[in-house]
């Protein structure tokens, strides 16, 4: 769950201007990664990364369960805040490559 929660943050955060970003974040408590190579975030999929074998450890089916209730309040929120509305269709385009890591690892999840 805190992968996908961090992967939706780093999204949200790269989209929204200070003021709604700090807004998004009261409503949602998501963790929040801070780069320490300068970045203000790390890219979304930074946490799902394969190298150090992470993906592994994560149980595919029960986060894309965890992912779709998160994902449509997440949306709910957007849509009903006027400084957020019209930014929701380019945060789900960018968090599109979810279903396909989700699919990647485990085809009855996604």
């Not at 595919?60 to 998160?70: C, D, E, I, N």
């Not at 994902?71 to 945060?91: C, F, Q």
């Amino acid at each position: 769950m805190f992968l996908f929660m961090v992967s939706v943050d780093q999204v949200v955060r790269a989209h929204l201007l200070p003021n709604a970003y700090r807004d998004f974040h009261q409503a949602f408590r998501f963790p929040e990664i801070d780069s320490h190579v300068g970045e203000l975030y790390v890219a979304p999929d930074w946490v799902i990364y394969e190298y150090h074998g992470y993906h592994e450890k994560m149980n595919w089916v029960r986060s894309a369960q965890f992912g779709v209730v998160l994902l449509n309040s997440v949306r709910a929120w957007m849509l009903s805040n006027d400084e957020t509305r019209g930014t929701w269709k380019v945060i789900a385009r960018d968090l599109a490559w979810l279903a396909d890591r989700f699919r990647s690892h485990d085809s009855e999840s996604a």
